[in-house]
């Protein structure tokens, strides 16, 4: 899930600044999960998991991640809502001045859990849309009547007072609806529409054969640019670093600077943010740059949070760009975009070289262009 935010300064070519720069963690809180999605990631179902940690070790980490910042707890899955603690955590995260959301299938939702979910502190959630159709989304979810619930839980979060999201995972399966679903996340009152590239883990290792090419991936994230100002919702991309690029060159060939006030939050973050300012921690206590890119980074049964993210040898790679290879890494847009380094290690097993699925041609020396 990914929320609008307020950000520190994007850091500059080279080793960036990255005091005070955590903004954003994901913490899959459970593995359970009540759906079977294809794209799955964690490749989830209803368990039970060893291992995931009780309600006293999660507000001890939630007290680690606050020491560090006030960043964004995303409370992640599988499926949070299968955990019984869960409203108990974020009203611990937000008493600590952590900014709480939730990421969930939407399927579960209930008046009284929605009623919990405001209560708790819980400021936003998300809720993933793969398909404008109940045939197109049931046939991602793998359980009949997906598309149904997720609407009827949507709906219940709008009556509640509740802000929410929708997001969209794109592969060729959905690739033709996309517009569909945006029209369908304003129908619906959303407050923002975030677009999801597949990442091939987890059970989309089997789904290759579903990304989009570079020029389809191109063409999209082009097409969302041009409805921002078109749309009343946010939009946003995500594991879609190009969109950062293209931000840019739109930017420059109408004579804009990409400034607060003209891009809002779009002109102070940059596409990949894994380890830099944003990372995912596991049910079991593992921390990584990302949910997709699964490097053991650190292991919260051994160190602190606080260790973790700032001596982290991954991260510390991630934070410098130097480090980058192939085109990414004399790409004059490498400080906005960065490339998925997910992607990036599923395709070769690196993670510090080029985006597989970038169609641009760097054309002068990296982190020369405003």
Known sequence: MSIPQTNPPLPGHGKPDTRDALRLVAWEVTRKCNLNCVHCRAGSDRGPYPGELDTQKCVD???????????????????????????????????????MVMAT????LTPRLVKQTKASGIQRV??????????????????????????????RLRDGGVEFQINTTVTRHN????????????????????????????????????????????????????????????????CAPHYYRILRQEAQKRGETVDFTTYGLDAVTRGCLGGTAFCFISNTEIVQPCGYLELN?????????????????????????????????????????????????AATGDYLTE????????GSKKGLTP
């Open 61 to 99: 980490i939630l007290a680690q991640i606050r020491s560090v910042g006030q960043p964004i707890v995303i409370l992640t899955g599988g499926e949070p809502l299968m955990r019984e603690d869960l409203f108990d955590l974020a009203r611990e995260g937000t008493d600590m001045g952590l900014r």
């Open 105 to 108: 299938n939407g399927t579960l």
């Open 126 to 155: 998300s809720i993933s849309l793969d398909g404008a159709h109940r045939d197109s989304h049931d046939q991602f979810r793998k359980v009949p009547g997906a598309f149904q619930k997720s609407l009827a839980g949507i709906h």
């Open 175 to 238: 690739l033709q609806e996309i517009e569909e679903i945006l029209n369908l996340a304003i129908s619906l009152g959303a407050t923002a529409h975030h677009l999801f590239l597949l990442v091939p883990t987890g059970r989309a290792k089997e789904m290759t054969n579903q990304e989009i090419e570079a020029i389809q991936y191109e063409r999209l994230l082009r097409w969302f640019y041009s409805m921002r100002d078109q749309t009343p919702l946010h939009l946003k991309a995500t």
């Open 297 to 345: 980074c650190g292991d919260l049964t051994r160190s602190s949070f606080q260790s973790v993210w700032a001596h982290s040898e991954v991260f510390g790679r991630l934070r410098d760009f130097e480090n980058y290879k192939g085109k990414c890494g004399r790409c004059e847009y490498l400080r906005y975009c960065g490339g998925c380094r997910a992607r990036a290690f």
């Open 355 to 362: 985006e597989p699925l970038c169609a641009y041609q760097p």
